[in-house]
């Protein structure tokens, strides 16, 4: 890490926004044990929060983006100050996303964020820098998965996952299914749709900024975009089954589950994720065999 690195977790911290100011967007994929004696480990908070947090705190990095996409993410910014005293930027996002004082919010905090930046070496863009990057950010786009012949065709939805979760993708594998779409917070639904090329001719932040809120997200009120968002993968992929994660105390997504589950057409598993046997425990394992053998 060096001071010229922006650490992140949130999909609405905008990565071309950091590229444009000369400043290199690193999001962070949280290592649970990492740096865990600065802010410690606290009961009742997020433990994706907390280890995002910590495992930022353990970087030297120039700056760290939170966002208040979260109760608790708020929460562990304001922890973050106390216990660390370092500077970190907190991004507020509009809750509803189709008002254009909505729209002109989030693009006001990005100019804000813009002008944090600059205060740690960042320098501020030009219209053609921020549509340069946007470009190039439009062929750097994701590809979709190819079929994977005679697996069981599954999806997996909800929170993030930890650095060390990733072992959730293994276990589907050596139980013979294949993730068809990843709704994750690092998967293909937190990744913006690609920009619009006129548009971002003519302002390129505003289009930036559009881009970022049409990201499918359970915070937002109302949250219809992220069942259409579902509707549309269910409907293009023979996906067999679902596999819902939350964390523990993740609000969010836990509350989301129930109306998830009666509202789908396929089966599901919810997974509660308490940060620290994550999602390699026998019992987890046994629970994803379980529903991949009725499924099949
Ligand atoms: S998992 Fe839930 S509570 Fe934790 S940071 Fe994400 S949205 Fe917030």
Partial sequence: MTSADVIYNCPFVPAE???AHGLR????NPRPSWGMHILGQIEGICPYALAFANHAAACDAGLVVFTTRCDQMRRVYELWKVCTGRPAFLLNLPTCRQSAAAQRFYIDELLRLGR?????????PTKPILAQIMLQANQDLETPVSPNRGAV?????GGPLMNTDMVLFDTLASGGAYVV???TQGGTRCIHRPFDRRELCEDPLQE??????????VFFRPNDGLYRWLKAQIDDTAVR????????????WKAECWRIRQWLPIPTVVLSNDGQTGLDSPGIRNRLSAFLEAIR
Avoid: N, S, T
Wanted: hydrophobic residues 50%; neutral net charge; contains cysteine.
């Fill in 208 to 217: 930036l900024a559009l881009a970022y809120l049409d990201i499918p997200d």
């Fill in 153 to 157: 065709p599954v999806a997996i939805l």
């Fill in 116 to 124: 944090y930046m600059e205060q740690f070496g960042g320098r501020r």
């Fill in 17 to 19: 926004w950091i590229k």
């Fill in 241 to 252: 089954g679902l596999i819902l994660h939350h964390y523990i105390w993740c609000d969010k």
């Fill in 25 to 28: 967007p690193v999001r962070l």
């Fill in 181 to 183: 779409f990843d709704g």
